[in-house]
């Protein structure tokens, strides 16, 4: 199989859910629509690869297909799963639940080895009777894209509530000068990250409504956070303190933004 899902929050998930919750990824392939089921059905085996490039599939894992039961919309509702996947609204759907057990087999090129899909694309699921060239073997799995610089990175909320556990131990590392805009009206607010968990801890303090009185007026969900600067870790409190305030001044944060004076 070639998973390309539709749902775009789901594709652009999909690669760091192999990577890091396969529960999450095995929950996506193990539910399919009856008039999709049939080749899973007779299958012994699943070689499961994403569709990461046009042409290509990126290989995830094999699994054993050990049985299949139905599964009804109210079923499918009420996995954990599921709800985070499609959100607690999603209708459900009947379907055919199957048990696929990941095996030790070819582990080693999990997110590394790519090969050629045949056409056409459509074809989602094929039989592994035909030729499958090899298009690359990279060196180190490229299921989690690298983190952009920071001067170059922008996370939404959503973003930042999924982050690759890579990124997150990148921000964990970084005290700084922090921006949030919200993007229904562009006012920032500018802050400052020193202490526990540095950076990624305050962002995350923010996304849950935090301590801030004018961005906790708002919805947190419409927030983008970006890097103003980086810091060094000797840095004592006052001066980061200082600097942080230089970046409410240049920005104007106080007089037309979120800061409280």
């Given amino acids: 199989m070639r998973h390309t899902p539709t749902e775009k929050p789901i594709r652009d998930k999909l690669r760091s859910w192999a990577a890091e919750r396969h529960n999450m990824f095995n929950a996506y392939q193990a539910t399919q629509l ?17 569709g990461h490039e046009p042409g290509l599939a990126l290989f995830v894992g094999v699994y054993e297909v050990q049985g299949s039961r139905p599964m009804t ?17 999603h209708p459900g759907a009947n379907c055919l639940w199957f048990n696929l057990q990941l095996l030790d087999s070819l582990k080693e090129w999990k997110g590394k080895l790519a090969v050629r899909w045949p056409p056409p694309p459509v074809n989602w699921a094929r039989w592994a009777d035909g030729i499958f060239p090899i298009q690359a073997i990279h060196p180190e799995s490229i299921l989690v894209p690298s983190m952009p610089a920071w001067r170059e990175l922008v996370l939404d909320w959503e973003q930042l509530g999924s982050l690759p556990s890579s990124w997150a131990d990148r921000l964990c590392q970084w005290r700084g000068i922090y921006l949030i ?14 202490g526990e968990q540095n950076i990624f801890g305050r962002w995350l303090q923010h996304r849950a409504g935090g301590d801030a009185v004018k961005l906790r007026e708002r919805n947190s969900s419409d927030f983008l956070f970006s890097i103003l600067q980086i810091l060094e870790h000797d840095l004592p409190s006052g001066e980061v303190v200082d600097i942080e305030n230089m970046w409410k001044t240049r920005l104007h944060t106080r007089s037309s933004g979120l800061n409280v004076n």
Avoid at 34 to 49: D, I, N, T
Avoid at 181 to 194: F, I, W
Wanted: glycine content about 8%.
């Fill in 34 to 50: 009856p008039k999709q089921a049939g080749m899973l059905v007779r299958a012994k085996r699943l070689v499961s690869c994403i």
């Fill in 73 to 89: 919309a109210e079923e499918f509702r009420a996995m954990p799963e599921n709800q985070e996947m499609y959100g607690p609204d």
């Fill in 181 to 194: 805009q919200d993007k229904t009206d562009g006012k920032n607010y500018v802050g400052s990250a020193s």
